[in-house]
Nanobody, 116 residues
């Protein structure tokens, strides 16, 4: 069992920056896919970024503005968010997908609010 805890959310003005961090209670491995998702009010949860085996992927809406990084030794994954827009306002969730055995874990979510 892995528990994920996000931190670093809050309120920021448009154009500003925030850094989210996710700490895992157990070990994370290079073959685990770590990801960030978000859910805005009235919308479905959507992918923001993932990282696995040195490869990162980003949603088109955040490319060039957000950067995800991970430290397997510290069991953490981060999300640096720059040039924030009001449409980035959402609850952000940390996610871990492990292929063997097949498991998926979610953090409790953290609010990010970008004011215009």
């Amino acid at each position: 069992q892995v528990q994920l805890v996000e931190s670093g959310g809050g309120l920021v003005e448009a154009g500003g920056s925030l850094t989210l961090s996710c700490a895992a209670s157990g070990s994370i491995f290079s073959f685990d896919t770590m990801g960030w998702y978000r859910q805005a009010p009235g919308k479905q949860r959507e992918l923001v970024a993932t990282t696995s085996g040195g490869t990162t992927n980003y949603a088109d809406s955040v490319k060039g503005r957000f950067t995800t990084s991970r430290d397997n030794a510290k069991n953490t994954v981060g999300l640096q968010m720059n040039s924030l827009k009001p449409e980035d306002t959402a609850v952000y969730y940390c996610n871990l997908r492990r292929p063997i055995p097949s498991r998926q874990y979610w953090g409790q979510g953290i609010q990010v609010t970008v004011s215009s």
